[in-house]
């Protein structure tokens, strides 16, 4: 059907797809332009060569993707086993899971952070005298704050859960389960060796959406008051404008280079072919 | 390929045994107190149609699914509480279930890894069950790059590489066409014999059950209403569904009194015992009704299906009744649509049931 409503509107694709292209990559080039053509210098690439010598750049990358990595760590370990466990066990709450997932997409992340300041300021008051107080210090240390792991797997969920969801939907996990099983899996080994390693691809798109999100999540980390890679990107560009946009546009790349890296990684996901 | 003496560990064939089994799921009754034994080394066929429970007693006896009440016995032993990972037993699925991820070989391996045996072994293990399948030259493809017959080979091999105590086939050969379907059966049937390993082989093909299984158990919602040899099945059925559901069968009316019933002119001696009520239906098999030209009849052929050697001719009687006979096809080349034809039965005790 997809293929009969383009076919009269074929003219129409390379239109759509030039005011695409104009849209994304006009800002994109004068972004880059911005940051190599310095007004009286000419073109020079000192705001990239600059980027690493100044102060709180390598620090603020290291917690952001320190930060990523436990964010998709907790992510995965919580939802794979849950979706592998609602497929199999509960497929009628599938739409409440759904809904659930989708929550953070309509809470804007100003009223979420909102919540989290509220309790992270009432929770020690009235838990000075139990050991609680204690983990809610230690959750907001400025080293590694693990109050923004929280907060960003719930951030996650949306992304996660469609991610998982489609990697799922191309297999039988039911039938590769009780396969297993029949050759003398248990529980764990079944879900280790016969269902993950076919959710390759699923799970390497989870988490590089996670990663994108942490790298470039602004509001709850200042808000908070923590400095990871985004916080310190609008920071510097107060002081360092050229600094600041040469340094989007290089995670820009850096983005890209993971999702190309990840595209060449799962493309070779040997999905079985059904019939 | 001769199974070896690897293989040949299958000598002390497994007793199974269904024994009161019962499950609901939510209003639906599964199964309604299944008692059913399969004997040490036979190939029994659960047979019946869609939602009849034959699935979810194989299902049980795989460890899948839990009964209500009963219990499942192998050998004598309890093996309900088992997990299914514990249970020794081998099944092949209806759907492909190949790990999408590993070789053919690795998939007939992966049980062996399972029970850490060591790699060396294992590889020989299983290099050795795909030569006994035929797919000695598969085993660096992956499931995607073998046809639908293929895999199941495979999914029978590593079925089989833990040496289980019990086959299980869920209609393993009902995804593929017809012609793959017949050699796979032979195959099948070939390898479940060198071995001897006692094997339940759920399907809703008539055909499959009868030409393959030793035993054929005929389950109609959620119990057994027959098990027998497939000759006996077919030529003495306990019941009105089984004589209707294997094979074919016409109904023709008849009236019955003191044992014999009245039937298109003749009266032939009943077969088991009579239904209380005097109006019956005879239960014919097409081959044995005979059709003879005949003008002054008012019984007509109606439809005639070539068959090969057979010609299915459907007469249709006055009354309105439509009988199918198997003639040979050169008599049935005289007897085209519209002929004016008498039908009548052998002179043997015929089958009657309660007129629907």
Request: with cysteine.
């Given at each position: 059907m997809a293929r009969q409503l383009n076919r009269p509107g074929r003219p129409w694709r390379g239109v759509v797809l030039a005011g695409a292209a104009l849209y994304f990559l006009v800002p994109l080039a004068a972004s880059v332009v911005f940051t190599v053509d310095v007004p009286g210098q000419g073109v020079t690439f000192d705001a990239y060569t600059q980027i690493f010598g100044t102060d709180g750049f390598v620090s603020s990358l290291l917690l952001s993707l320190e930060l990523a990595a436990a964010t998709i760590a907790i992510v995965l370990l919580l939802m794979v086993p849950a979706m592998v466990a609602l497929r199999l066990g509960a497929p009628k709450l599938r739409p409440v899971v759904e809904i659930v997932c989708s929550l953070p997409l309509v809470v804007p992340p100003i009223a979420f952070v909102a919540g989290i300041g509220t309790v992270l300021k009432w929770g020690p008051e009235h838990l000075s005298r139990t050991p609680l107080f204690q983990t809610f210090v230690s959750i907001q240390?400025?080293?590694?704050?693990f109050v923004l792991v929280l907060a960003y797997v719930v951030m996650a969920l949306p992304f996660v859960y469609r991610a998982l969801d489609a990697g799922l939907r191309a297999m039988d996990v039911r039938t590769l389960v009780e396969a297993a099983r029949s050759c003398g899996a248990g529980w764990p080994q079944a879900l280790v060796r016969a269902v993950l390693p076919n959710l390759r691809g699923a799970l390497l798109n989870a988490s590089f959406l996670t990663l994108a999100l942490v790298l470039g999540e602004f509001t709850v980390a200042q808000l908070l008051g923590f400095q990871p890679f985004a916080v310190w990107i609008v920071n510097v560009s107060g002081s360092q404008a050229q600094l600041s946009v040469a340094v989007s546009v290089l995670s820009l790349l850096v983005t890209w280079a993971l999702l190309l890296a990840l595209a060449g990684f799962?493309?070779?996901?040997r999905t079985a072919p059904r019939g | 390929m001769t199974a070896t003496t690897l293989e040949k560990a299958a000598t002390t064939a497994a007793t199974v045994e269904f024994l009161g089994l019962r499950r609901e799921f939510g209003r639906t009754?599964?199964?309604?107190g299944l008692d059913l034994t399969a004997r040490p080394g036979e190939l029994l066929a659960l047979l019946g149609p869609s939602g009849c429970g034959k699935t979810t007693a194989l299902r049980m006896l795989a460890g899948f699914e839990h009964p209500d009440s009963g219990e499942v016995l192998v050998d004598g032993e309890?093996?309900?509480?088992?997990p299914a990972h514990r249970r020794d037993a081998g099944m092949v699925f209806q759907s492909y279930s190949l790990f999408p991820h590993l070789s053919a070989l690795d998939n007939v391996a992966f049980g062996l890894r399972m029970r850490k045996v060591r790699t060396a072994e294992r590889q020989a293990r299983a290099a050795e069950l795909l030569e006994l399948v035929g797919l000695g030259d598969k085993g660096a493809s992956f499931p995607h790059q073998l046809s639908g017959g293929q895999q199941q080979r495979v999914a029978l091999a590593r079925a089989l590489a833990l040496r289980p105590r019990v086959l299980l086939l869920d209609e393993p050969l009902s995804a593929l066409d017809a012609k793959v379907r017949l050699t796979l059966r032979e195959e099948i049937r070939r390898l479940q014999q060198e071995l001897g390993i006692t094997t339940l082989f759920v399907t809703h093909d008539q055909e499959e059950a009868l030409s393959m299984a030793d035993r054929v158990a005929v389950m109609r919602a959620g119990r057994l209403e027959q098990c027998a040899a497939p000759a006996e099945l077919y030529g003495r059925p306990a019941t009105a569904f089984v004589a209707e559901f294997v094979g074919t069968m016409s109904r023709i009316p008849g009236r019955v009194t003191d044992g014999t019933v009245e039937v298109l002119g003749q009266r032939l001696p009943v077969d088991g015992e009579a239904p209380a009520s005097p109006e019956v239906d005879v239960l014919v098999r097409p081959e044995a009704v005979r059709v003879t030209a005949e003008d002054a009849s008012d019984a007509r052929v109606v439809a005639s299906a070539f068959l090969g050697a057979a010609t299915r001719v459907t007469v249709r009687l006055a009354d309105g009744t439509e009988v199918k006979a198997d003639l040979p096809t050169h008599e049935a080349a005289a007897l085209g649509a519209g002929t004016a034809v008498t039908v009548s039965l052998p002179e043997r005790p015929v089958l009657v049931a309660d007129r629907l």
């Amino acid at each position: 059907m997809a293929r009969q409503l383009n076919r009269p509107g074929r003219p129409w694709r390379g239109v759509v797809l030039a005011g695409a292209a104009l849209y994304f990559l006009v800002p994109l080039a004068a972004s880059v332009v911005f940051t190599v053509d310095v007004p009286g210098q000419g073109v020079t690439f000192d705001a990239y060569t600059q980027i690493f010598g100044t102060d709180g750049f390598v620090s603020s990358l290291l917690l952001s993707l320190e930060l990523a990595a436990a964010t998709i760590a907790i992510v995965l370990l919580l939802m794979v086993p849950a979706m592998v466990a609602l497929r199999l066990g509960a497929p009628k709450l599938r739409p409440v899971v759904e809904i659930v997932c989708s929550l953070p997409l309509v809470v804007p992340p100003i009223a979420f952070v909102a919540g989290i300041g509220t309790v992270l300021k009432w929770g020690p008051e009235h838990l000075s005298r139990t050991p609680l107080f204690q983990t809610f210090v230690s959750i907001q240390n400025p080293d590694f704050p693990f109050v923004l792991v929280l907060a960003y797997v719930v951030m996650a969920l949306p992304f996660v859960y469609r991610a998982l969801d489609a990697g799922l939907r191309a297999m039988d996990v039911r039938t590769l389960v009780e396969a297993a099983r029949s050759c003398g899996a248990g529980w764990p080994q079944a879900l280790v060796r016969a269902v993950l390693p076919n959710l390759r691809g699923a799970l390497l798109n989870a988490s590089f959406l996670t990663l994108a999100l942490v790298l470039g999540e602004f509001t709850v980390a200042q808000l908070l008051g923590f400095q990871p890679f985004a916080v310190w990107i609008v920071n510097v560009s107060g002081s360092q404008a050229q600094l600041s946009v040469a340094v989007s546009v290089l995670s820009l790349l850096v983005t890209w280079a993971l999702l190309l890296a990840l595209a060449g990684f799962g493309g070779r996901s040997r999905t079985a072919p059904r019939g | 390929m001769t199974a070896t003496t690897l293989e040949k560990a299958a000598t002390t064939a497994a007793t199974v045994e269904f024994l009161g089994l019962r499950r609901e799921f939510g209003r639906t009754v599964a199964l309604d107190g299944l008692d059913l034994t399969a004997r040490p080394g036979e190939l029994l066929a659960l047979l019946g149609p869609s939602g009849c429970g034959k699935t979810t007693a194989l299902r049980m006896l795989a460890g899948f699914e839990h009964p209500d009440s009963g219990e499942v016995l192998v050998d004598g032993e309890d093996v309900t509480r088992v997990p299914a990972h514990r249970r020794d037993a081998g099944m092949v699925f209806q759907s492909y279930s190949l790990f999408p991820h590993l070789s053919a070989l690795d998939n007939v391996a992966f049980g062996l890894r399972m029970r850490k045996v060591r790699t060396a072994e294992r590889q020989a293990r299983a290099a050795e069950l795909l030569e006994l399948v035929g797919l000695g030259d598969k085993g660096a493809s992956f499931p995607h790059q073998l046809s639908g017959g293929q895999q199941q080979r495979v999914a029978l091999a590593r079925a089989l590489a833990l040496r289980p105590r019990v086959l299980l086939l869920d209609e393993p050969l009902s995804a593929l066409d017809a012609k793959v379907r017949l050699t796979l059966r032979e195959e099948i049937r070939r390898l479940q014999q060198e071995l001897g390993i006692t094997t339940l082989f759920v399907t809703h093909d008539q055909e499959e059950a009868l030409s393959m299984a030793d035993r054929v158990a005929v389950m109609r919602a959620g119990r057994l209403e027959q098990c027998a040899a497939p000759a006996e099945l077919y030529g003495r059925p306990a019941t009105a569904f089984v004589a209707e559901f294997v094979g074919t069968m016409s109904r023709i009316p008849g009236r019955v009194t003191d044992g014999t019933v009245e039937v298109l002119g003749q009266r032939l001696p009943v077969d088991g015992e009579a239904p209380a009520s005097p109006e019956v239906d005879v239960l014919v098999r097409p081959e044995a009704v005979r059709v003879t030209a005949e003008d002054a009849s008012d019984a007509r052929v109606v439809a005639s299906a070539f068959l090969g050697a057979a010609t299915r001719v459907t007469v249709r009687l006055a009354d309105g009744t439509e009988v199918k006979a198997d003639l040979p096809t050169h008599e049935a080349a005289a007897l085209g649509a519209g002929t004016a034809v008498t039908v009548s039965l052998p002179e043997r005790p015929v089958l009657v049931a309660d007129r629907l």
